[in-house]
């Protein structure tokens, strides 16, 4: 998905830190899902191919719910959507985890993501208090 799909408001801090981390994540996807396409020894796929869809999934889901928290003239729907990226943000980081288990030299570069992740969780306390 292209970044521009995400919509024109980049003045967001925590916005421009979810272009980022989706960039990052599906690079990072890329690279992971070419090493483990293949078949394993006893013909199975590898069952870690499913989290490098999660995380770009996650990640490409960041930046549309922190637009709709933003654009929400009510409290309660802010709310709603910034506990929406609050769980994104930790399904993402927990993938991370588990793709940090797979035999592939792609998940060195996962600790970058979780650097990223971790920044975007600061970001989100202040901005969640901001709301």
């Known amino acids: ?4 799909s995400f919509g024109n408001n980049t003045q967001s801090a925590i916005y421009k830190k979810s272009l980022e981390i989706f ?5 990072i996807s890329r690279y ?15 069952p870690h ?3 490098t ?3 770009v999934q996650q990640s490409v889901s960041l930046g549309p719910q922190i637009l709709k928290a933003e654009s929400q003239p009510f409290s ?7 506990a929406s990226v609050m769980r994104l943000s930790n399904l993402l980081y927990k993938n991370c985890k588990r793709l940090e288990r797979v035999n592939s030299n792609g998940k060195d570069f996962l600790p970058l993501l979780q650097k ?9 306390h202040t901005w969640r208090l901001t709301l």
């Open 1 to 4: 998905m292209p970044l521009h």
């Open 23 to 27: 960039s990052l994540a599906s690079s």
């Open 32 to 46: 992971l899902s070419h090493d483990l396409a293949h078949l394993q020894r006893n013909g199975m796929e590898d």
């Open 49 to 51: 191919i499913y989290y």
């Open 53 to 55: 869809g999660d995380i």
């Open 76 to 82: 309660e729907e802010k709310q709603k959507h910034a």
């Open 116 to 124: 990223e992740l971790k920044k975007f969780r600061k970001l989100q």
